[in-house]
């Protein structure tokens, strides 16, 4: 339980660095002089730094270990948010989210790689949705939180603290992790022969699609998005906007948590993921073809985040086809596709939002969510046609 809930506390911080520019882009566009492609570069240099991290953190956390692992590359999000704190151009904000990407990019894998090799498969998926739940406070800190900090101390001094508390975080993984034993057959895999194994696994194909772009597009909504879509279409203020964030941060949490048990109840990964990415997509689509009241939009944005947050039933339906040896470099794989399809969309997004700039704000953004839903329909399609994996109560 000690091991666990320091996990915990390292995947709030990892929750936090990849939702918090949300909530202070206008501050930084109205400061720096940024338009809506320098946010989404800003974002996908974090989703960058994370994702050419994630083969070498596999291929790490197989042959040398979650615990110098997970705390080496955590020294990287350290300096990232010192550097974030003094930054005074758009290049050395990107710098700093590379940095805190790469500082963030073994907490999770480090977690599930441990619970991947000492717990059973019924109880995986559990504790990966757990963790997502409960880290999902980082969300909450990432919303209204920072919010109120940005106002009374500046977001300047408020990423100064968090440097000091991802210090903190960092010591405390030192101390509690402990490394499962090797595989002996590990000693013997090679890095890309790693790699080119899992990817032969047909079948992963089915769900890998789904994998690119369900975690990229909540991700996106919920860490770029939302809060400007709040501010331009909706008129809310800083804390306004951090409220609804809040509320949006606390469904994610909430339905994190509750897609845990539903494996251990249902027996199934497959109907688990597909019904709530249909409903994930529905709420995509009503933003994208109604004109929402701004408590409507809340409500939606709180839905989808709560149906959309997937992942670990996702992650725990691929890890059933990964054999335990491989098991760093299976999930790595499935978790560069999560956060590597973000730095995919995000700056697509930017792109598009700002070729979009003359035409109506709120066209703008209907746009975009009317095409986040029609992805998802299409790669849940895909899906479909996966292999499910049934477990017994």
């Known amino acids: 339980m000690l091991v666990f809930s320091s996990f915990l506390a390292g995947y709030i911080l990892s929750q936090f660095f990849r939702s918090f520019l949300a909530v202070i882009a206008p501050e930084l566009a109205v400061e720096l002089s940024l338009n809506p492609q320098a946010l ?4 996908t240099a974090w989703i960058l730094g994370f994702t050419v991290m994630q083969f070498p953190v596999g291929w790490a956390l197989d042959m040398i270990g979650p615990r110098k692992t997970v705390t080496t590359t955590m020294l990287a999000a350290i300096l990232g948010a010192l550097l974030f704190a003094r930054a005074q151009s758009a290049f050395e904000l990107d710098i700093a989210l ?17 619970m991947g090799r000492i717990y059973s498969a019924k109880r995986f998926a559990l504790l990966c949705s757990w963790l997502i739940g409960l880290g999902s406070a980082g969300n909450l800190l990432a919303a209204s939180p920072l919010s109120w900090a940005a106002t009374e101390i500046g977001w300047r001094n408020a990423m100064m603290a968090m440097a000091i508390v991802t210090l903190l975080a960092t010591a405390l993984l030192f101390i509690t992790i402990r490394d499962p ?8 895999d090679g890095f890309f022969s790693g790699i080119w194994t899992v990817l032969r696994i047909r079948s992963l194909w089915p769900i890998l699609p789904l994998t690119a772009v369900s975690y990229a597009l909540l991700i996106a909504e919920r860490g770029l998005w939302a809060g400007p879509y709040l501010s331009s279409v909706h008129g809310l203020g800083p804390v306004e906007r951090g409220n609804g964030l809040l509320i949006m941060a606390a469904a994610m949490s909430v339905g994190a948590m509750v897609y845990g048990p539903l494996d251990h109840w249902l027996g199934t990964n497959k109907w688990i993921v597909a019904t709530g990415t249909a409903i994930t997509a529905v709420c995509f689509l009503y933003l994208g073809l109604g004109s929402p009241s701004t408590s409507s939009a809340i409500l939606t944005l ?22 335990d040896h491989l098991l760093g470099r299976g999930l790595t794989l499935m978790n560069i596709l999560f956060i590597g399809g973000a730095g995919i969309v995000q700056p697509i997004s930017g792109a598009v939002m700002n070729q979009m700039k003359d035409l109506p704000v709120a066209d703008g953004y209907a746009t975009l969510h009317f095409a986040f839903g029609m992805a998802l ?3 849940l399609a895909i899906y479909i046609f996966s292999k499910d994996v049934v477990r017994t109560r």
Request: glycine share 14%.
């Open 40 to 43: 989404a570069t800003m974002q």
């Open 98 to 114: 590379g940095l805190i990407g790469v500082g963030c990019s073994a907490i999770y894998m480090g977690a599930i790689f441990v």
């Open 181 to 188: 034993e090797k595989s002996k057959q590990t000693q013997h």
């Open 302 to 323: 709180s839905l989808l985040g709560a149906s959309g947050l997937t992942y670990g039933v996702l992650m725990a339906h691929g890890r059933s086809f990964v054999p």
């Open 377 to 379: 329909v299409i790669t």
